[in-house]
């Protein structure tokens, strides 16, 4: 698999915690480049357009007002496989199911606040990096 790009959002349990350059950490460590970053504060808007999926799921409205009660930072990360290996860095969505090692396992607080987002295809991975970063916003 050819070099890729992810979408990913540091979420804002890690922004609370003071911890997103932990959490960077570990991103790099397994070979991803960070090659966008911005801090910023979600509307409501931008939180429902990005989990639109989830729209008809009963933890939606709490998602939503989790992703808007303070800062993330999103981000692009690209490297080898960059879809899969960021999903296989994060850990299972719900941290007493993550793997050792994982963000999840050593940071996430609960299935809803699990500290972060990363793109499951990279078809979606175009569409949300799309919502947050214009081609100018990427150094790579
Ligand atoms: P992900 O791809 O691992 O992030 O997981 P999903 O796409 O299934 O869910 C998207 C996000 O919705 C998760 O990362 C959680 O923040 C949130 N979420 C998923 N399941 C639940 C749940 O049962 N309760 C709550 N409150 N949030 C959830």
Same mark, same amino acid.
Do not use: K, L, Y
């Given at each position: 698999m050819a070099n890729e790009r992810t979408f990913s959002i540091l979420k804002p349990d890690a922004t609370r915690r003071n911890i997103t350059g932990a959490v960077n950490a570990v991103i790099e460590a397994a070979g991803l480049?960070?090659?966008a970053q911005r801090r910023i504060r979600m509307t409501r808007e931008q939180a429902e357009k990005f989990y639109?999926? *989830?729209k008809e799921r009963p933890f939606f409205g709490e998602l939503v007002e989790f992703m808007t009660s303070g800062p993330v930072v999103v981000q692009v990360l690209e490297g080898e496989n960059a879809v899969a290996k960021y999903r296989e860095v994060m850990g299972a969505t719900n941290p007493a199911q993550a793997a050792d090692g994982t963000i999840r396992k050593q940071f996430a607080e609960s299935v809803g606040e699990n500290t972060v *987002?990363? !793109?499951d !295809?990279?078809?979606n991975a175009k569409i949300e990096i799309a919502q947050f970063?214009?081609?100018a916003d990427i150094a790579a």
């Open positions: 480049r960070i090659v639109e999926v *989830h *987002h990363g !793109s !295809s990279a078809d970063f214009t081609d």
